[in-house]
């Protein structure tokens, strides 16, 4: 995964020429002034890369997308694949569980599956007794 990484980093690094020592000051990733990404420009970034997907492939992807909902997209499906709130948190980098835990309390397939594993049916295995009692079921008519 590191080596993927590099591999498509290094080309980006030679293509801005950000190995010169003189360029270091620079941060890594940067808008149009060099200057460093906002969270506002990635936004920007990934709205207009949504919409040209939109376009051009036909993929349906949300109206509303953002890097917040990117992230929170991520952590449910982390959480529906069964990883540990606290490997979540720790990806996320929140500083506590507690802040993790809005994902558990919001995932509702997880609620259902929950309550599904612990159902257990109230009606009888077998007939009951009673219905075989044809005296019982007379009596009952005729009550």
């Known amino acids: 995964m590191l080596e993927d990484q590099v ?15 003189s360029i270091n000051k620079h941060p890594l990733f ?23 997907a939109r376009k051009t492939s036909g993929v349906y992807l949300p109206e509303k997308i953002s890097c917040h909902i990117l992230r929170h997209s991520k952590a449910m499906h ?17 500083v506590s569980v507690q ?16 309550i599904e594993k612990a159902y257990t049916s109230v009606a009888p295995k077998k007939e009951p007794v009673w219905l075989s009692n044809n005296n019982l079921l007379d009596w009952l008519k005729h009550f």
Do not use: W
């Not at 906002?38 to 890369?49: D, E, F």
């Not at 982390?78 to 929140?94: M, P």
């Open 99 to 114: 802040t993790t835990e809005v994902y558990a309390r919001a995932d509702s397939r997880a609620k259902r599956e929950a």
């Open 78 to 94: 982390l959480l529906q694949a069964g990883v540990n709130l606290v490997y979540i948190r720790d990806i996320l980098g929140h």
């Open 30 to 52: 940067f808008n149009s002034r060099r200057e460093k990404l906002t969270r506002a420009g990635v936004n920007h970034i990934l709205i207009k890369y949504a919409e040209m």
């Open 7 to 21: 591999r498509v980093l290094k080309p980006y690094i030679a293509e801005h020429q950000l190995e010169q020592g």
